[in-house]
T-cell receptor
């Protein structure tokens, strides 16, 4: 149990276009999901907290108008990178928070590699 | 500032040798998580520690959380090539997990 999927697993797009990444909790409901970004040889950096039915909370330095987050249901959060530029190329990982078997923890998706040409 | 410091940053060990990775928090931890990651892939959950003094083992990997809940160590016994990867510690301070910079482990024959 506690599987999180991401789609697509990788995407290549042209500069100036928008890209949508989906994060789904497959076998549990998650009121809170998180979006991270990881640049090569660096750690995961939290971008935003996505709460079902409300606006996302963005970390300092993350442009909310550029990285649109929609948490439409208890099993789906989407991250849209608008007007993507080469510097947005990165590995994006989502996680879903759940209390399962009495333990509050985060379950991570497999990540989406975005390359902007 | 980095709330979680990991050391060493990278490690090269000979197959069969033991190794230890450390993770130090600048604040008291509510929970400490260890993950393994292959480059460009998702995170593999290893262990979670919550109680001061707690120790958990899985196969040849043991993780400990000190009594003050501000430092954790990950110990691998008799390392194998399959242990190679990036080891990340993640800390819960109440909401999302924050991660250390990771330790890159290479195991040589």
């Amino acid at each position: 149990g506690a599987v999180v999927s991401q789609h697509p697993s990788w995407v290549i797009c042209k500069s100036g276009t928008s890209v949508k990444i989906e994060c789904r909790s497959l076998d549990f409901q998650a009121t809170t999901m998180f979006w991270y970004r990881q640049f090569p040889k660096q750690s995961l950096m939290l971008m935003a907290t996505s709460n079902e039915g409300s606006k996302a909370t963005y970390e300092q330095g993350v442009e909310k108008d550029k990285f649109l987050i929609n948490h439409a249901s208890l099993t789906l959060s989407t991250l849209t990178v608008t007007s993507a530029h080469p510097e947005d190329s990165s590995f994006y990982i989502c996680s879903a928070r759940a209390v399962l078997r009495g333990t509050d923890t985060q379950y991570f998706g497999p990540g989406t590699r975005l390359t902007v040409l | 500032s980095q709330e979680l410091e990991q050391s060493p940053q990278s490690l090269i060990v000979q197959e069969g040798k033991n190794l230890t990775i450390n993770c130090t928090s600048s604040k008291t931890l509510y929970g400490l998580y260890w993950y393994k990651q292959k480059y460009g892939e998702g995170l593999i959950f290893l262990m979670m520690l919550q109680k001061g003094g707690e120790e958990k083992s899985h196969e040849k990997i043991t993780a400990k959380l000190d009594e003050k809940k501000q430092q954790s160590s990950l110990h691998i016994t008799a390392s194998q090539p399959s242990h190679a990867g990036i080891y990340l510690c993640g800390a819960s301070y109440g909401n999302a997990l924050n991660f250390g910079k990771g330790t890159s482990l290479l195991v040589t024959p």
